[in-house]
Nanobody
Framework: QLQLVESGGGLVQPGGSLRLSCTASGFTLNVYAIGWFRQAPGKEREGISCISSSGGRTNYADSVKGRFIISRDNAKNTVYLQINSLVPEDTAVYYC????????????????WGQGTQVTVSS
């Protein structure tokens, strides 16, 4: 059974950084694109970054471009999202999801969602 587990969230001050992890179990991650999404209270879920199955293509939403960096370590079956220069508007639950043979061309058609990790940016 495909399962993704997010970790690394927490409380951070404005301007701070976190590294989120998305670890797969029950399947080999290297044939899946991974997308990172977030949902803030009262708002719709937003696709913020993705990485293709090979790692050769990445994409970022305008709201995080230049601050967030996605990467993957297929040997560890894990995708990372380095989130920097955090602002209160980044407060949300962050989720990852998988797309079989995905090429990271959009934030649609992702499956096998994790449970999410909370990121709170506050002084």
């Amino acid at each position: 059974q495909l399962q993704l587990v997010e970790s690394g969230g927490g409380l951070v001050q404005p301007g701070g950084s976190l590294r989120l992890s998305c670890t797969a179990s029950g399947f080999t991650l290297n044939v899946y694109a991974i997308g990172w999404f977030r949902q803030a209270p009262g708002k719709e879920r937003e696709g913020i970054s993705c990485i293709s199955s090979s790692g050769g293509r990445t994409n970022y939403a305008d709201s995080v471009k230049g601050r967030f960096i996605i990467s993957r370590d297929n040997a560890k079956n894990t995708v990372y999202l380095q989130i920097n220069s955090l602002v209160p508007e980044d407060t949300a639950v962050y989720y990852c999801a998988a797309q079989l043979f995905g090429q990271c061309v959009s934030f649609y058609q992702y499956n096998s969602w994790g449970q999410g990790t909370q990121v709170t940016v506050s002084s």
